[in-house]
């Protein structure tokens, strides 16, 4: 067992090794995760099977995790700043927070904006009519939590900041639309250059 007087030299010469370091010298790799309470949305989706069936109309308290592997920033000596990364990704949940989730790729629907209404035909027979202010229309072909994973990764991407984006190796995130029951999505950032 070390004594006292030992630790504290060794807990000495670990930190400033530490402090010395440059962010790229370590070997290993770093990964945050944030799963928040306000990464909530409460919406309501339907989505086409095979076999020409689509499903009732139907709502989910869906809640969504975020995570980001990635170089250290050598100016924070952090991934991606927390406070910023929980600030977009509740705004992205508020975009389709209280929402009729429609999917706009999905060659079994169409969906048309009518004035303030959305019509949505299934297989060229009218299904439903909805106020506009009431629809997030996604670029999705379903509005399976698979696809609102990849949809909110690419969402997410394109509000993060892009030097920051950079040193990201991976975006992940997770929607689960019930207890138990989830999607996740994983992309891996291309090197530029």
């Known amino acids: 067992?070390?004594?006292?007087?030992?630790?504290?030299?060794?807990?000495?010469?670990?930190?400033?090794?530490?402090?010395?370091?440059?962010p790229t010298d370590a070997p290993g790799e770093f990964r945050v995760a944030v799963t928040k309470d306000s990464f909530v949305f409460a919406s309501a989706h339907f989505i086409t099977y095979q076999g020409h069936k689509c499903e009732t109309?139907?709502?989910?308290?869906?809640?969504?995790?975020?995570?980001?592997?990635?170089?250290?920033?050598?100016?924070?000596?952090?991934?991606?700043?927390?406070?910023?990364?929980?600030?977009?990704?509740?705004?992205?949940?508020?975009?389709?927070?209280?929402r009729v989730l429609l999917p706009l790729h999905n060659p079994k629907l169409e969906v048309r904006e009518e004035g303030d209404m959305v019509s949505v035909?299934?297989?060229?027979?009218?299904r439903y009519l909805f106020p506009r202010r009431d629809c997030a229309m996604l670029p999705v072909p379903n509005t399976t939590v698979e696809m609102l994973a990849r949809y909110l990764v690419t969402r997410l991407r394109t509000e993060l900041d892009p030097e920051k984006l950079s040193l990201l190796?991976?975006?992940?995130?997770?929607?689960?639309?019930?207890?138990g029951q989830s999607a996740v999505y994983r992309e891996r950032m291309e090197s530029e250059g």
Request: aromatic share 8%; proline share 2%; glycine share 6%.
């Open 57 to 98: 109309l139907h709502g989910h308290n869906y809640r969504v995790g975020v995570v980001l592997e990635g170089a250290i920033d050598p100016e924070s000596w952090y991934v991606y700043d927390f406070v910023t990364l929980k600030r977009t990704m509740r705004q992205l949940c508020d975009e389709i927070d209280h």
């Open 169 to 179: 190796r991976v975006i992940e995130i997770e929607v689960e639309e019930n207890f």
């Open 1 to 22: 067992m070390r004594t006292r007087s030992e630790r504290t030299q060794g807990d000495e010469a670990a930190a400033a090794s530490v402090a010395q370091a440059s």
């Open 121 to 126: 035909l299934y297989e060229g027979k009218p």
